[in-house]
């Protein structure tokens, strides 16, 4: 039995981590805002992240071997947790994404045709890190998520407290209802409605995972593995938004519309004009088996289908 902290932890993956902490035997605790509550037998913390005097305060004495951090953004966020948790626990290990890797978000060398981006693409210990940035202000951010999530890391790869890990997630689907972001249910119902898809002349492949696998390995890299660094995690088997269209046009019995958008327009969720899709490969070698984005694909459309089929109220 371990000590874990997860901050964050109410919905989506997170939940499910939470309840897979506590199904291994684990001594778990959340701590969030405290909108949503965790589950029975969970300790629930109640503290803004961003006030470092509060999650002092709501700690008290606690230490923990882990920390999973599925809610950092900033830098600012990342160099005040690594104060707070420094000396209170053994590992620390935040939920990245492959928004890090995006050529149209920073300076990145170009990745060739053909070939997936392994994780030294974007090394946070060499990183540079900004920390007067307008971080706090919420458009910003979410017009520089890419580059918080870069700088975040980059905190934390050089901080001395702890060990730190980083999962660099793919796109996550599945869950239907959960799945909040609202991307798979964009598909659904629009090619339920027969209504058009906006795509990419020439539309790039990127890769995937299932919440729920996103799940395992966040538990696998906070319980089970002692790597650091950077981690990618998605299951195998590239998709480009006309083969994610296919599948969802399959399930719903409706012919797919495509429309190409225009030079410098907007396009559908997953439609990319850039090529940056992750490679899995140090986690498979670390002893992580993913699965195959085809064979719970089908599922998770499935999900989103019947969402958009249900009646209203």
């Given at each position: 039995?371990?000590?874990i902290?997860?901050?964050?932890?109410?919905?989506?993956?997170?939940?499910?981590?939470?309840?897979?902490?506590?199904?291994?035997?684990?001594?778990?605790?959340?701590?969030?805002?405290?909108?949503?509550?965790?589950?029975?037998?969970?300790?629930?913390?109640?503290?803004?992240?961003?006030?470092?005097?509060?999650?002092?305060?709501?700690?008290?004495?606690r230490?923990?071997?882990?920390?999973?951090?599925?809610?950092?953004?900033?830098?600012?966020?990342?160099?005040?947790?690594?104060?707070?948790?420094?000396?209170?626990?053994?590992?620390?290990?935040?939920?990245?994404?492959?928004?890090?890797?995006?050529?149209?978000?920073?300076?990145?060398?170009a990745?060739?045709?053909?070939?997936?981006?392994?994780?030294?693409?974007?090394?946070?210990?060499?990183?540079?890190?900004?920390?007067?940035?307008?971080?706090?202000?919420?458009?910003?951010?979410?017009?520089?998520?890419?580059?918080?999530?870069?700088?975040?890391?980059?905190?934390?790869?050089?901080?001395?407290?702890?060990?730190?890990?980083?999962?660099?997630?793919?796109?996550?689907?599945?869950?239907?209802?959960?799945?909040f972001?609202?991307?798979?249910?964009?598909?659904?119902?629009?090619?339920?409605?027969?209504?058009?898809?906006?795509?990419?002349?020439?539309?790039?492949?990127?890769?995937?995972?299932?919440?729920?696998?996103?799940?395992?390995?966040?538990?696998?890299?906070?319980?089970?593995?002692?790597?650091?660094?950077?981690?990618?995690?998605?299951?195998?088997?590239?998709?480009?938004?006309?083969?994610?269209?296919?599948?969802?046009?399959?399930?719903?019995?409706?012919?797919?519309?495509?429309r190409?958008?225009?030079?410098?327009?907007?396009?559908?969720?997953?439609?990319?004009?850039?090529?940056?899709?992750?490679?899995?490969?140090?986690?498979?070698?670390?002893?992580?088996?993913?699965?195959?984005?085809?064979?719970?694909?089908?599922?998770?459309?499935?999900e989103?289908?019947?969402?958009?089929?249900?009646?209203?109220?």
């Open positions: 039995m371990q000590k902290c997860v901050i964050g932890g109410s919905r989506y993956f997170g939940k499910v981590l939470v309840g897979r902490l506590q199904a291994d035997g684990h001594q778990v605790t959340v701590l969030n805002r405290g909108s949503t509550p965790p589950a029975s037998g969970v300790e629930h913390l109640v503290a803004d992240r961003n006030d470092e005097a509060a999650l002092i305060a709501a700690l008290g004495t230490t923990f071997d882990v920390v999973i951090d599925q809610v950092c953004y900033t830098p600012v966020q990342a160099a005040t947790a690594a104060r707070v948790f420094a000396g209170r626990t053994r590992r620390y290990v935040m939920t990245s994404t492959i928004e890090v890797y995006d050529p149209a978000t920073a300076a990145l060398p990745v060739p045709a053909g070939t997936s981006v392994p994780e030294e693409h974007v090394d946070p210990a060499a990183w540079l890190v900004a920390m007067d940035l307008p971080w706090h202000d919420e458009a910003y951010l979410e017009a520089h998520y890419a580059e918080g999530k870069r700088q975040a890391e980059a905190v934390f790869a050089r901080a001395d407290g702890f060990a730190f890990a980083s999962v660099r997630s793919a796109h996550v689907l599945g869950g239907g209802a959960q799945e972001t609202g991307r798979l249910a964009h598909y659904a119902e629009r090619i339920a409605r027969g209504e058009e898809i906006t795509v990419h002349a020439k539309a790039l492949p990127t890769v995937f995972i299932h919440y729920e696998e996103l799940a395992d390995v966040l538990l696998w890299a906070a319980t089970t593995s002692d790597f650091t660094g950077p981690v990618n995690a998605c299951s195998d088997g590239l998709l480009d938004v006309r083969d994610l269209v296919a599948t969802v046009a399959a399930q719903a019995g409706r012919a797919p519309v495509h190409t958008a225009a030079a410098g327009g907007t396009a559908s969720p997953f439609s990319f004009d850039r090529h940056y899709p992750m490679s899995n490969a140090r986690a498979k070698e670390l002893g992580f088996a993913f699965s195959r984005t085809a064979d719970w694909l089908p599922g998770a459309v499935a989103a289908l019947a969402l958009s089929a249900a009646p209203t109220t």
